[in-house]
């Protein structure tokens, strides 16, 4: 039996044999007319059962607090410093919770996979390992999406355990660079640089702020009048810094976290293995990056640092407000900065965040000592004057075919049965209401192809695909109703708003906590949440005619204020967060 654990064709069998796939990411759709003449089995995803995925997601949190001391120590040592862990946390924290979360997924795949079905032969490509180091944060976030990188790690796992297997391998050195390589010309780069410098300028007040503010999601006029508040001269931020991989001749990567265990488990893989993708920025650009913080226009020793998502990828951000934190004591504010975040059962994004601030600011929920609701910090959108409104948008969501960042939503292949779903509600809707649906796919396709799959499974001409082009606000111009198909930011949004919205998803992936139970019942109640596809297409259908009937009915609109004063509250919002940033 052919293991197959990506969909790379040159690591598929050039003869008739039975197969394995490893899962549904191997299967594009874009082959599902190969794929039907093929002998095969695919292994099941081991997340399909979500009480795993919850003691997991348990587990690896725990995995993540035991090995940020562990790397701390030893980039201590590389870099012949002294930091404490906390500093090591707020630099590389994101990187490391999203690739202990990624590999483990990775590893359960293939244990799953040799458990059930034995296979005999796979195919291994080897590539460059520095092709396969992420330059930063953000390089890293593009990589573990490729099927490249997949395999490799893949490839790791099944060499590690030494299974049973014959593995053939094919040189591919220079496959994945090439693919990904970027050219930008002389002119570009010119306008890059002179954009860059003339922010550099708008943000040059910033260097007597006591309360740093960067990144915090407000839109230009509210931190404008935020600044007032705080007494400060406004400034705008800059942009983030972009910079590629270099190496010195000391070599930065001969060493692990393992300590002498010849026990073949996913603790030792991961120490064992972990100096091979710890991103460049951490290592060989360490004292490059902490130059470039070094010259920005911020200030030196703020009293408060706020930000919404610049703790993230922002490598530059990221060192300066570690070096901040740890030493000159300033206090680390995050905002949230997105749904989910108060009604999910699981969110390991959530959890660091609170984990690293001293405050974090909700959108009007809160949940321990140092989380506090202020308000949702995104700007509304423009409702449409027009009283011809004709459009349901329909909003789906995308998740990565490799999963990457663990939360109760649809994850990997679990994103078909996801997509299904919301088809099926579609079906159920009259045919005036179809021949108006406009749908908006989630950004980034992640090779679903959601299009395609559109055109292929509904049976009529009529309905619209939102140009990805297309500004946000201008989509919900002409809009009668949105129907928002995941637990995110957008009903939050457009509820805000008020835009008549409609929320649908399938209680057994978007599992949520026990205190937002009752929130989203009274939703239910209301008819604005739905959990059955017939029985939302079904309250769909009969208010069509007249959905301002329904929505300002006064059941409505008081459900909506309970549920919006605790997940998106906009009431003097900027003088809660002022309050805050000032004590």
């Not at 949702?376 to 009283?387: F, R, W």
């Not at 949105?482 to 930011?489: C, D, E, L, R, V």
Request: aromatic share 16%; net charge positive.
């Amino acid at each position: 039996m052919f293991l197959i654990t990506t969909p790379i064709k040159e690591s598929w069998p050039t003869k008739n044999q039975e197969i394995v796939f490893l899962g549904e990411w191997c299967k594009l759709y874009e082959d599902r007319k190969i794929l039907k003449d093929l002998k095969s089995h695919t292994v099941d995803y081991h997340w399909n059962d979500r009480k795993k995925l919850k003691k997991d997601f348990d587990y690896l949190n725990f995995l993540f607090e035991k090995t940020i001391p562990l790397i701390a120590t030893k980039l201590n040592t590389i870099h012949k410093v002294n930091y404490t862990t906390k500093y090591w946390k707020l630099i590389l924290g994101p990187w490391l919770m999203v690739f202990i979360s990624a590999t483990y997924d990775r590893w359960e795949s293939i244990r799953l996979c040799f458990k059930n079905f034995s296979p005999s032969k796979t195919v291994e490509l080897t590539y460059k390992l520095e092709d396969m180091i992420p330059i930063c944060m953000q390089d890293f976030s593009k990589k573990i999406e490729t099927d490249e990188w997949n395999h490799y790690i893949y490839s790791e796992i099944i060499n590690y355990n030494d299974d049973d297997i014959f593995i053939e391998k094919i040189n591919k050195d220079n496959f994945f660079n090439s693919k990904h390589k970027i050219e930008i010309n002389l002119k570009k780069k010119l306008l890059k640089y002179c954009r860059s410098f003339i922010l550099s300028i708008f943000q040059l007040p910033s260097i007597f702020s006591k309360i740093f503010i960067y990144q915090s999601y407000l839109g230009r006029k509210d931190l404008i009048k935020l600044n007032l508040k705080l007494n400060q001269i406004p400034y705008f931020d800059q942009t983030k810094d972009n910079y590629k991989k270099t190496y010195d001749k000391e070599n930065f990567r001969s060493w692990d976290l393992l300590e002498n265990n010849s026990i073949k488990n996913f603790e030792n893989f991961l120490y064992k293995n972990i100096s091979k993708h710890v991103p460049s920025s951490y290592l060989e650009n360490y004292n490059f990056i902490n130059k470039l913080a070094s010259k920005k226009f911020w200030p030196k020793n703020p009293k408060i640092i706020f930000t919404s998502n610049a703790h993230y990828m922002d490598e530059t951000f990221k060192f300066w407000m570690a070096s901040k934190v740890v030493n000159f004591n300033s206090k680390l504010f995050i905002g949230q900065h997105g749904g989910h975040w108060g009604q999910g059962l699981f969110n390991f994004t959530e959890n660091y965040e609170i984990a690293i601030s001293d405050k974090f600011l909700s959108w009007g929920w809160s949940s321990k000592k140092n989380v506090f609701p202020t308000g949702m910090l995104k700007p509304l959108i423009n409702k449409s004057k027009n009283t011809k409104k004709e459009k349901l948008i329909f909003i789906l969501l995308g998740t990565d075919r490799y999963s990457h960042n663990i939360q109760s939503i649809p994850i990997s292949s679990q994103w078909v049965d996801y997509f299904d779903n919301q088809i099926s509600l579609v079906h159920n809707l009259k045919k005036k209401i179809k021949n108006n649906i406009h749908f908006k796919p989630y950004p980034h396709d992640y090779k679903w192809l959601q299009a395609e799959r559109l055109n292929d499974c509904l049976n009529f001409d009529s309905f619209k695909i939102i140009d990805q082009s297309k500004k946000y606000h201008d989509i919900f111009k002409n809009c009668r109703l949105t129907i928002s198909g995941w637990n995110s930011t957008t009903f939050l949004e457009t509820m805000a708003s008020n835009i008549p919205t409609i929320i649908f998803w399938d209680e057994n992936y978007f599992e949520l906590r026990e205190s937002a139970k009752n929130d989203f019942e009274v939703l239910k109640k209301a008819k604005i949440f739905f959990s059955n596809p017939n029985e939302a297409a079904k309250h769909i259908n009969e208010i069509w005619e007249n959905v301002d009937l329904w929505w300002y009915n006064i059941d409505t609109v008081e459900a909506k204020k309970i549920f919006l004063n605790k997940y998106a509250n906009k009431a003097d919002f900027l003088n809660k967060i002022a309050k805050e940033l000032k004590h």
